[in-house]
């Protein structure tokens, strides 16, 4: 089955700066890869998500690439706000609507 | 904005008991999946349904879990007897299948407390 990592496991950053949070893969059947962001005692909400045939997707100050024949990839946040503080997970699927399953997730600190 | 219940979002029981925590799905979606969330094991797939039949429910304990869709509008998950072990946040999500497909949202979960 599939199986996903996911690294820093946390990563403080000052606010203003990049972070960048990198995953990886096991089976080539997975075509699909959302990034969830969980809240203190929320459940996790999708903030982008990629497809198996697009390389790069932007929105706004979240970019996500993927590399499918290395099985990597990455959540960019530029700019970063305190409250973009909070748990990011990252995730992979055969589609959007099949058992999705998660990275152990990493817990991003922004600092004012 | 649509959204999917759950409840209850808290429950504190005693080991032994019998604990059902209840999902509604956002109308429409035909797909609702079970997750569990710990410190150690992260979000672990415990079940899913579409179309209110099980796809997948290996990730769940048979012997004490059950998960279930009465109909379209609610799934319930129970356990029987429960123990300390169980005590996590338990997520429901759901999402949609076909055109227009819809991807997962997740409910904001059961935090369960077995003593």
């Known amino acids: 089955g599939e199986n996903v990592e996911q690294h820093p496991s946390t990563l403080s950053v000052q606010e203003g700066d990049s972070a960048v949070i990198k995953c990886t893969y096991s089976?080539?059947?997975?075509?699909?890869f959302p990034w969830y962001k969980q809240e203190l005692g929320k459940g996790p909400q999708l903030i982008i998500d990629i497809r198996s045939n697009v390389g790069e997707k932007k929105d706004q100050r979240i970019a996500v690439t993927l590399n499918k024949t290395a099985k990597h990839f990455s959540l960019h946040i530029t700019e970063t706000q305190p409250e973009d503080s909070a748990v990011y997970f990252c995730a992979a699927s055969e589609t959007s609507y099949d058992k999705v399953i998660f990275g152990p997730g990493t817990s991003l600190s922004v600092i004012p | 904005d649509a959204r999917v219940t759950q409840t209850p979002r808290h429950k504190v029981t005693e080991m032994g008991q019998e604990v059902t925590m209840r999902c509604q799905p956002i109308?429409?979606?035909?797909?609702v999946f079970w997750y569990r969330q710990t410190m150690m094991q992260g979000l672990e797939l415990l079940a899913y349904?579409?179309?209110?039949?099980?796809?997948?429910d290996s990730g769940m304990p048979k012997d004490r879990f059950s998960a279930e869709m009465p109909d379209a509008t609610l799934a319930t998950l129970k356990i029987q007897p429960s123990e300390p072990r169980d005590s996590a946040v338990y997520f429901c999500?759901?999402?949609?299948?076909?055109?227009?497909?819809?991807?997962?949202?997740f409910g904001n979960g059961t935090r369960l407390t077995v003593t």
């Open positions: 089976d080539s059947a997975s075509n699909y």
């Open positions: 109308l429409g979606h035909n797909t």
């Open positions: 999500a759901s999402g949609s299948s076909g055109p227009g497909d819809s991807p997962l949202h």
């Open positions: 349904f579409r179309n209110r039949a099980p796809l997948d």
